[in-house]
Nanobody
Framework: QVQLVESGGGLAQPGGSLRLSCAAS????????MGWYRQVPGKQRELVAL???????QYADSVKGRFAISRGDGENTIYLQMNQLKPEDTAVYYC???????WGQGTQVTVSS
């Protein structure tokens, strides 16, 4: 079992930046996928960004060029640098990993003036 703990959410103005962190602990596989999803009320959870062991990354079209996902030196922590934030980025952001499929508790990001 893997535990994921997110931090770094909060309130930002349009055009501003936030950085999310996710620390994994427990039965972590040496080769895995980690990433971020987000969800707003009444909508399905959607992919934001993924990073695979070895460094391959994937982004949703809506965040390409604005968000950057990276791993920490120990490989069990990931970050999501969010720049040029827009009101439509407002959501609860969830950390994700597989295998085994695990989710964090979520952190709220609100973009508003």
């Amino acid at each position: 079992q893997v535990q994921l703990v997110e931090s770094g959410g909060g309130l930002a103005q349009p055009g501003g930046s936030l950085r999310l962190s996710c620390a994994a602990s427990g039965s972590i596989f040496s080769r895995n996928v980690m990433g971020w999803y987000r969800q707003v009320p009444g909508k399905q959870r959607e992919l934001v960004a993924l990073i695979v062991s070895g460094g391959f990354t994937q982004y949703a079209d809506s965040v390409k060029g604005r968000f950057a996902i990276s791993r920490g030196d120990g490989e069990n922590t990931i970050y999501l640098q969010m720049n040029q934030l827009k009101p439509e980025d407002t959501a609860v952001y969830y950390c994700y990993t597989n295998p085994p499929t695990s989710w964090g508790q979520g952190t709220q990001v609100t973009v508003s003036s």
